[in-house]
């Protein structure tokens, strides 16, 4: 990242040149297979993901199970971590809400990324009228109230009959379409300093298109900061699902989902005496954001274009 | 960005707490209550006042109800033992609205019931008895009310309350800019109409005949009248008055944090979200408060359970569960008031629609369903199962001639068959070349709601039928039960004393479900016209079991409510109908 | 050359002052466009969400011919185009109407209750800003040392938990177990203190909240100026500034810190509405009485006229917020030509 407003003859190292075949993308690939703890958040990821899907198929309970004289148990030998209010076994439903919830704060993120990092770019390296027309685009976004927007929508999703088990598939798209404005504004604000530097001559000599230009030459350049939106919104992703669902564009109950089962301990007798409600779930978000970072940790050492190899 | 996101998450969070108030099933008592209570003033909370005498049918109804004592008042924390002559209740916080025309939530009622009076107040056993009215005269028609105003009693600046600070409420109630909720046109006096819709600047059908005497004549009477007149409040015309002309009631909301009455208490200051202070109203009318300050703290369902704990409330509204019980038990030092909730909780159908208008399919749906272990997942013991949509303490109750619907799959499978509902290929029932499959709206977040769906999905499968159930925001449901646009979904009401409403007849304004029984409009016809309660209870007998018979909806279960109250607070008459704030000018705190 | 950064604040009075007058009176007059069309949208929204006041008060023993009256005196039954200028042409006069539930002015209830979140939030503002920018520092200066670990673990717990549960952990901790905190409220109840005793009182009970938020936005913060600092620090003219045999603190703090912190005037440009908007979810659990619960319970009960008037009044600090940001970019960093 070029934050630096540092005078021209200091700053004479170009970042590293579109050489032919060694372009900064493949460059960053193979940076990144180096990187083992990148590796290791991959793998992570990849586990949570098989332990979630396969998990549930080897389990003795089924979703819909529920056994009254059961509720509340501690970690146990025939429930590995416990059971809730009505006899759940805690295992099952939080290997389930992985599959929710992992879904939802990945695919969430990467919307809100790609549109987020995509229009700020744009609007920072037009200017002008571009970057008027979708900064006010984002102004009105973000003054908009999001609850009574997710209420109309939960209410036309009803209303159309759509499955209740697909709706989910319109919270991961409203996630990222009501948060990218945060990152477009972070992404702008850098491409507005880093397309009057020095390279971009280079790059203005070299005639390439513009296109070329924002996503080979200035995009990668605001990766760091777009990682830690990223690492942040994951995590708020998966909290977020449960309260979306409440508006009928979510899950619905008795699937879990991490957040929801967090949410169901909301009283501090559940707080202090039956940790097994919450802490697994609570694990598992963070587990999953650690990872995340870890991969966009090794993803910015990759793409970094000062950094040598 | 993750901001905007974390912020969402308490909107909603927040919100369902909230709307899970409204959707039924909520924990928080005084809430789902509140739109029924709120018009305590007026709007159709009933019991005859004739009926006093004679019901005295309130056994506590379910089997976990009642008073656990106080075991060991030694571990009452200093900092209460220290506040000699102060009692903190903790409660949710009142939008401050402290005039009881204007108020329209259970915590302002709470405030404005110590500081306003009416001509009669309600009685722990749901009746009504005198307050303010010394006595009370009725003509034989059942049209004329006289009501004579005791003497001597004072606003708390002084000023004599007369009959003319009635009248003038009325004149505020009736008013075509009122915009509060109390709708007193229902009790029909005469002349309220032109006042209301047309030029008339006095009401006729009230006449003052000195300060202390006041007749009103009504067009036409109910079982309700006399609470409609009984309770309205002696606002102060010298106070209230000043800048009132008909159709202008800026100048009476403008006073509505320093609200005049000539009740128990006076209020001292008022922070709005934070708390609401008294003091002793020393020239009460019926005896001077014994304790001298007392202070409406501003609590939530997850710490005020803390708060007493730690001394600084003295009592407050718990959820009931299990858990809570136990800890409210451990304390020691706190009495645990359980009382049954004016409420229940149902499952509607849309009648409208061919599979629920069969009478069987609907007894069907019922006798399949576990309600019972739904409402102990919930609940634990703390909640019954319901067969009628009333109150097991209401003197209207009955449980002759009810059928209980215990849990039947076998029973439910028949009555399907016999509707013509024959199972499918794939194991989901079908007439007429229609599957069986119901579409469930719920209000979400909400704990019943929680154990409701595992339990019904897997039970109406067993029956061949296909749940599809989906969450929804509570007024998203209400307009589409409203519109019709909608298979089943479930909400709680909330009860008031009298039986009389308007959910289970054809076309009333809260019946959702496009319900139609010509012999149940009949019966509640009849009932609101009756005022001899032993006649009334016999109409309502016959129609309740018209209804259990005919299932209009699938009644689920009527919870409790729970006060934790320190064991250092001596006097209370707590009662469904009679909630705490009635009676804390007899309370005392012990030394 | 070095000393040429520390110029950079300077320019605005020369020439380019000239410039950035222009674009901030220009985007002043963008506000208006962007203002009426945010204004027509959330009043769309408003008619769209499903049920209004009445049937969100759901009282069972209301009438339709009252429900009727009431919609008429709220001016619920007039179709949506005609309330929609009513409602503008009140607003451009100033006027936000009664909110519904309170039966008071909208700007009213928004003066009793704005102030008590105002104070949480800029105080969570000052303090997380502090230490976002220390622990930003080191983490970065020290990467992946054990402060840095230690750093980014508790970010990420905080982060894998909602608000409402690390409130109430404090709660358990500071409030019942350690008796150190009150456990809720703004002032003991009661005490009816003035003065400093009044505002030792508050400082007392805004802590625990305060602490909540504080840790919930230091951690976004701490990761956006490590990251920046980062790539800081690697730059050349950091190693040439060392080279010059310049102390480590000065390099750091002067040279790097400075441009490490440009980003984080986009992020500061957020924080203006958030200091008026509140926490809803904390003064909740905290029983604080903020706006943010207000605002949340007039959605939830459809009293529009403040749902409307208070989504405007941060609509407008979000358009300032944005501008204020874009505006101290531009100076802080001269090379930026905003067209």
Redesign the interface.
């Known amino acids: 990242m070029s934050l630096e407003a540092a005078p021209v003859e200091v700053n004479a190292q170009v970042p590293a040149k579109p050489v032919k075949a060694d372009s900064p993308w493949r460059i960053a690939v193979r940076r990144f297979a180096r990187n083992k703890l990148a590796l290791a958040g991959l793998i992570i990821v990849i586990l949570m993901f098989l332990i979630c899907y396969i998990g549930p198929l080897l389990s003795p309970y089924n979703l819909y199970d529920y056994k009254l004289t059961d509720k509340n148990l501690a970690p146990n030998a025939s429930h590995w971590l416990g059971t809730d209010k009505l006899g759940r076994d805690i295992l099952l439903r939080t290997m389930l809400a992985g599959r929710i919830s992992l879904a939802v704060g990945l695919v969430a993120t990467i919307i809100t990324v790609l549109v987020g990092a995509t229009l700020g770019a744009v609007a920072g390296f037009y200017r002008g009228f571009v970057d008027t027309v979708i900064m006010r685009f984002a102004d009105i976004f973000s003054s908009i109230p999001t609850l009574p927007i997710l209420i109309i929508m939960g209410t036309v999703l009803s209303d159309l009959k759509v499955d209740p088990s697909n709706r989910i598939y319109f919270l991961m798209l409203m996630l990222g379409v009501l948060s990218w404005m945060g990152l477009a504004r972070l992404v702008r604000s850098q491409i507005l300093t880093l397309r009057e530097q020095e390279f971009m001559l280079a790059t203005d000599a070299l005639g390439l298109k513009d296109n070329r230009k924002i996503f080979r030459h200035l995009l990668p350049n605001t990766i760091p900061i777009i990682i830690v939106s990223a690492t942040l919104s994951v995590a708020g992703a998966i909290l977020s699902e449960s309260a979306l669902s409440f508006l009928g564009i979510g899950v619905v109950p008795p699937t879990p989902s991490w957040g929801n089962m967090i949410s169901a301990a909301n009283n501090l007798i559940d707080f202090r005496k039956r940790p097994w409600l919450w802490v697994p779930p609570g694990m598992c978000i963070l587990i999953t954001v650690t990872a995340v970072n870890l991969i966009g940790d090794a993803l910015r050492d990759a793409l970094d274009p000062k950094m040598k190899k | 960005m993750t901001k905007k996101w974390s912020v969402l998450v308490g909107l909603v969070l927040a919100t369902s707490m909230v709307l899970s108030a409204c959707g039924g099933g909520n924990n928080n008592a005084a809430s789902s209550n509140a739109p029924a209570s709120a018009n305590a003033s007026n709007a159709g909370e009933s019991a005859s006042t004739e009926a006093s005498a004679s019901t005295d049918a309130n056994d506590p109804a379910g089997n976990a109800n009642g008073v656990i004592k106080a075991s060991d008042m030694s571990l009452l924390p200093a900092s209460a033992a220290a506040r000699k002559d102060t009692l903190i209740v903790g409660m949710t916080a009142p939008q401050g609205i402290f005039n009881p025309l204007f108020s329209s939530t259970v915590y302002d009622n709470y405030v404005n019931d110590v500081i306003f009076d009416y001509f009669i107040t309600v009685k722990a056993d749901g009746t009504y008895e005198n307050s303010l009215a010394d006595s009370v005269e009725i003509t034989n028609d059942n049209k004329t009310y006289t009501y004579h105003l005791k003497q001597g009693v004072k606003y708390t600046d002084g000023t004599p309350v007369t009959v003319k600070d009635y009248y003038f409420a009325l004149k505020v109630y009736l008013d075509p800019k009122y915009d509060g909720e109390s709708d007193l046109t229902l009790a029909k006096i005469v002349g309220s109409d032109e006042y209301k819709n047309g030029s008339a600047t006095e009401i006729s059908g009230v006449k003052i005949i000195d300060d202390n005497t006041i007749q009103i004549d009504v067009s036409d009477y109910d079982a309700m009248t006399q609470v409609y007149l009984g309770t309205i409040p002696f606002i102060s015309e010298a106070y209230y008055g000043k800048g009132f002309k008909k159709g202008s009631l800026d100048s009476i909301k403008a006073l509505n944090t320093k609200p005049l009455g000539s009740g128990p208490y006076v209020l001292s200051s008022y922070k709005a979200g934070q708390e609401v202070d008294f003091t002793a109203n020393d020239s009460y009318f019926k005896g001077a408060p014994k304790v001298k300050n007392m202070i409406y703290r501003t609590t939530t369902d997850g710490t005020n359970l803390s708060l007493i704990q730690s001394g600084e409330t003295d009592m407050d509204n718990i959820t009931v569960t299990e858990d809570n019980v136990e800890e409210l038990k451990a304390m020691g030092f706190v009495d645990v008031n359980i009382l049954p909730n004016n409420g229940y909780g149902y499952i509607g159908m849309n009648l409208k629609e061919k599979k629920f208008a069969d009478q069987k399919v609907r007894q069907a749906l019922t006798y399949g369903l576990n309600r019972k272990d739904i409402v102990e997942g919930v609940y634990g013991s703390y909640a019954n199962v319901i067969d009628i949509p009333e109150s097991k303490v209401s003197w209207a109750y009955t449980d002759e001639g009810i059928n209980h619907y215990d849990f039947d799959t076998e029973k439910a499978k028949q009555l399907l068959d016999e509707a013509g509902w024959k199972v499918g290929s794939d194991g989901i029932r079908e007439k007429d070349g229609e599957k069986f499959v119901i579409n469930f709206s719920a209000t979400a977040d909400n704990p019943v709601v929680d154990a409701l769906l595992p339990i019904m999905t897997q039970n109406y499968k067993d029956l061949g039928i296909d749940l599809k159930a989906e969450t929804l925001d509570f007024n998203a449901i209400m307009e589409k039960a409203d519109k019709g646009d909608y298979d089943m979904y479930f909400a709680a009401w909330g009860l008031t004393p009298d039986p009389d409403n308007t959910v289970y007849i054809t076309n009333g304004a809260q019946n959702r479900f496009g319900y139609s029984n010509a012999t149940v409009d009949k019966l509640m016809a009849e009932g609101r016209k009756e005022l001899d309660t032993e006649k009334r209870k016999e109409i309502y007998k016959q129609m309740y079991q018209e209804l259990n018979k005919d299932v209009p909806a699938i009644f689920m279960y009527q919870r409790t409510n729970m006060y934790g109250i320190s064991g250092r607070v001596t006097g209370f008459d707590l009662s469904p109908y009679k909630d705490f704030d009635l009676s804390l000018y007899q309370v005392q705190l012990q030394q | ?2 000393s ?2 520390v110029e ?1 604040g300077i320019s605005i009075y020369k020439p380019g002052g000239i410039l950035m007058r222009q674009y901030i009176i220009r985007r002043l007059l ?1 506000m208006i ?2 203002l009426i ?2 204004s027509i ?2 009043f769309a ?2 008619a ?4 209004d006041f009445i ?13 009727e009256q ?1 919609r008429h ?2 001016g619920l039954d007039k179709p949506e185009y005609e309330r929609y200028f009513i409602w503008a042409g009140n607003m451009l006069k100033g006027n936000m109407g009664d909110s519904l ?4 002015p909208v700007t009213e209830v928004i003066n ?2 704005v102030w ?1 979140s105002f104070i949480i939030a800029l105080a969570t503002l000052i303090l997380s800003w502090v230490i976002a920018v220390f622990t930003g520092v080191f983490s970065a200066k020290f990467q992946y040392s054990f402060f840095d670990r230690i750093v ?2 508790t970010v ?2 905080c ?7 690390i409130g ?2 404090l ?2 901790l500071f ?2 177990d350690w ?1 150190l905190f ?6 003991t ?2 005490h ?1 203190d003035a003065g400093w005793a009044y505002i030792k009182d508050v400082v007392k009970h805004m802590f625990l909240p305060t602490l909540v938020l504080t840790m ?2 230091t ?2 913060l701490t ?2 100026f490590r ?2 600092m ?3 620090i ?4 950091i190693r ?1 500034a060392r080279a010059k045999g310049l102390k480590e603190v000065t390099v750091i703090f002067k040279h790097a810190l ?3 912190l ?2 984080a ?3 500061l ?2 924080e203006l509405p ?1 200091l008026f ?1 509140g ?4 003064e ?2 905290f ?4 706006i ?3 605002y ?2 007039s ?2 009960m ?1 009293d529009y006229p403040f ?1 409307l008037g208070f ?1 405007i009044f ?2 407008i600090l ?2 300032l917020g ?1 501008l204020l ?2 505006v101290l ?1 531009g100076i802080a ?1 001269p ?5």
């Open positions: 050359m070095l040429s950064q950079l963008q466009p962007t069309g945010i949208i959330v929204i408003s769209m969400v499903p049920g049937t969100a008060k759901n009282n069972p023993n209301m009438t339709a011919e009252k429900a009431l005196i709220y539930q309170h039966k008071q009793t209750y008590n980014t673990l990420f717990l982060m894998s938990l909602p608000s409402f549960f109430l952990l709660i358990k409030a019942l008796k009150p456990v809720s409220g703004m002032t109840a009661g009816n919930l936005s951690g976004s990761r956006y990251a920046g980062l790539e800081v690697r730059q050349d003219y040439t400075r441009n490490a440009l980003p005037i986009t992020l440009g957020f958030a908007g926490a809803m979810i904390l909740k659990v029983v604080w009485p903020g943010g619960q207000v949340l319970e959605i939830n459809r749902m989504t941060l609509s979000t358009l944005n940001a874009d970019y960093d090379r930026i030509r905003l067209k």
